[in-house]
Every structure is written in C-alpha cells, then in structure tokens.
C-alpha cells in the first residue's frame, strides 16, 4: 500500500535551516508529483511547496519561495524541502501528500518549530 515517511523536522533558530524528507513505498513514485504541506497551530493546512513527476516543474507558495526549495530523487524515491532562512512563523507540522488515481496520501508529518 502506499507508505510516506517524513523526517527531519526538529528545533531551529531564526535563520537556520533544515531539510526535510519524505520516503515513498507501495507505487511508482516517479510517475507521480509531490506535494509539500504545513500545518500551523489553529490554523488550516496550507501548500508549501510542488514538483513534478519529472522534475522540472517546481511551484511554491510565496511566504517561502526564494527561501525553500523542493527536489527529489526518482531512485531513492524521495522528496526533499530544503529549507532555510527560517521564520517563526513557518513553525508548523510539515507533511508530503501525492495524488494517486484520485485517491490523496499523507504522511504522519514531522514538527518544524523555528525559536530562538
């Protein structure tokens, strides 16, 4: 079944960085774009950031683009959000999703906390 495993979240100061990750099983990764999310306290989840099954169409939300990046790998079968300059404000849980045959997979997420 289709698995996807975020990690890399943790504790960060003001203008730090982190890399996230997201570890697809149970499809084809490469045949499908992936997602990034967040999810702030009392707040709805929002798009962070997409790419392409190819790579080469990447889209971000404008409070991160410039500062966030998103990559992936079709043969570790991983996407990447490498964040930096980071804001309090992009505290949040982070999650992947993909679409699959109109069906929406999300990871568990992973905590992104950005305090000094």
């Known amino acids: 079944q289709v698995q996807l495993v975020e990690s890399g979240g943790g504790l960060v100061q003001p203008g730090g960085s982190l890399r996230l990750s997201c570890t697809a099983s149970g499809f084809t990764f490469s045949m499908y774009a992936m997602t990034w999310y967040r999810q702030a306290p009392g707040k709805e989840r929002e798009f962070v950031a997409v790419i392409s099954n190819s790579r080469s169409n990447t889209n971000y939300a404008d409070s991160v683009k410039g500062r966030f990046t998103i990559s992936r790998d079709n043969v570790k079968n991983t996407v990447y959000l490498q964040m930096n300059s980071l804001k309090p404000e992009d505290t949040a849980v982070y999650y992947c999703?993909?679409?699959?045959?109109?069906?929406?997979?999300w990871g568990q997420g992973t905590q992104v906390t950005v305090s000094s």
């Open positions: 999703k993909t679409f699959k045959e109109g069906i929406e997979y």
